[in-house]
C-alpha cells in the first residue's frame, strides 16, 4: 500500500508539474505551430504563383512554419470548392482563401469556422462566415484610381467598356462599379457603352479577342478599364495589332512582366497594382495573431509595407496598398 500510495504521489507530481510547464509554454507565446492552408483563384499562373513564392513560401521559410499552398488549375468555383471541402477535412488551424466564387464558397467556409478553423480571405469583402477579409485598399479607392489614370489617358472624353475576369468574381465587379462611379461623378464627357461588362475568362488570350470584337462593334470605343491581370496585357496586344496605339487606351491591375514592353512602347501609359506577396503575408501574419489569442483592431500593425496602420470594418480589414506602374517605374519590380 505505501509503495502504491508513493507511485501515486509521483505521478500526480509529474502531473502537475507538465501542466505548470504548458502554462508557462502558452503564457512565454511558445504554442504549437499551427496547420495552415492557402487556396488561390488558381495555380500555375505568374500572380498566384508570386503570392506562392515570394509571399507563402517566403513567410514560411521566414517563421519555420509549414504551409500548405493549393489550388484548382482553372478558375472554376466548383474545383475550388472540392479543393476546400477536402482541406476542411483535414486536421487544420488556418485556412487563408481568395474565393472565384464566394457564395459557392460560403457553405465550405461556414463548416470550417465551425470546427474552429481560422479563416482569413482577400478579394472577398462581401463573405459572411469568416474571420476577417484583407485588402491591400478599399474596392472603391482602386476603381477611383484606375478610372482615373483611364479618363487622363483618354483626355476626359469618349466610349469605354469595363472588363472583369469572371462575372462572380466580387472584388472585380466592386472595382468595376467604384469606377463607374467615379466616372458619373467627375468625368461627364465619357461614357460608357452598351455593353457595360465583358469578361476576359481570367485569360489574356480572351481579353485579347473581346478588345477586338469590341472595338469593331464601337468603332469609337477609346478606353478599356479591365480589373484582372490579364485583361490589360490581352487588351494591349490588340491595340497594337490594329495601329491604334495612342487612340485605344486599357489599364487594368496587371503583373509588370505583362505589361513592360507595352509600357516601354506606349502601348499602354499604366498599369494599377499592389504587390500580393505581401498582402498573402499579411493574411498570415493576421491569423497568426488570432492564433495566439491576440486582439486586432483599427491601428493594428500586421508587420508589412502598406498593412502598419490598418483600417477594419466589421470583418474587413484594409491597408494602403495601390500603386501605378509605369514606364519609368515597371523596372523596379522583378516579377
Not at 512565454?28 to 488561390?40: E, K, S
Amino acid at each position: 500500500m505505501k509503495k502504491s500510495f508513493k507511485i501515486m504521489a509521483l505521478t500526480m507530481s509529474l502531473a502537475v508539474l507538465l501542466s505548470v510547464v504548458s502554462v508557462v509554454a502558452v503564457c512565454d507565446g511558445n504554442v504549437d505551430d499551427p496547420v495552415i492552408a492557402f487556396v488561390p483563384k488558381v495555380i500555375g499562373q505568374a500572380w498566384w504563383d508570386y503570392v506562392r513564392d515570394g509571399g507563402v513560401m517566403k513567410w514560411a521559410k521566414e517563421n519555420d512554419i509549414e504551409v500548405k499552398y493549393q489550388g484548382p488549375t482553372t478558375d472554376d468555383p466548383a474545383a475550388q470548392v472540392h479543393i476546400l471541402t477536402d482541406l476542411v477535412a483535414q486536421d487544420l488551424d488556418i485556412l487563408l482563401v481568395s474565393s472565384n466564387d464566394p457564395n459557392s464558397c460560403e457553405n465550405i467556409l461556414k463548416e470550417a469556422r465551425d470546427k474552429g478553423i481560422i479563416v482569413i480571405t482577400t478579394e472577398s469583402s462581401g463573405m459572411k462566415n469568416i474571420d476577417y477579409d484583407v485588402e491591400a485598399f478599399t474596392e472603391e479607392g482602386l476603381g477611383a484610381f484606375m478610372m482615373d489614370e483611364l479618363a487622363a489617358q483618354m483626355g476626359e472624353t469618349g466610349e469605354y467598356v469595363t472588363m472583369v475576369g469572371t462575372m462572380t468574381s466580387e472584388s472585380h465587379n466592386n472595382w468595376a462599379d467604384a469606377a463607374v462611379a467615379r466616372q458619373k461623378a467627375e468625368y461627364p464627357d465619357m461614357t460608357l457603352v452598351k455593353d457595360k461588362r465583358v469578361t476576359s475568362e481570367l485569360d489574356a488570350e480572351v481579353a485579347y479577342q473581346k478588345t477586338k470584337e469590341l472595338l469593331r462593334k464601337y468603332p469609337d470605343l477609346k478606353g478599356i478599364l479591365g480589373t484582372s491581370s490579364f485583361d490589360a496585357p490581352g487588351a494591349a496586344r490588340a491595340i497594337e495589332e490594329l495601329g491604334l496605339t495612342g487612340e485605344v487606351f486599357a489599364i487594368s491591375v496587371a503583373l509588370p512582366s505583362e505589361v513592360r514592353d507595352y509600357l516601354k512602347e506606349g502601348v499602354l501609359q499604366s498599369v494599377a497594382l499592389w504587390n500580393p506577396a505581401l498582402a498573402a503575408k499579411a493574411m498570415l501574419n493576421l491569423a497568426m495573431m488570432l492564433y495566439e489569442g491576440k486582439t486586432v483592431e483599427t491601428g493594428a500593425d500586421l508587420g508589412v509595407e502598406g498593412y502598419t496602420d490598418v483600417t477594419i470594418n466589421e470583418k474587413v480589414i484594409t491597408g494602403q496598398g495601390w500603386i501605378a506602374i509605369t514606364k519609368d517605374n515597371v523596372d523596379d519590380f522583378t516579377f
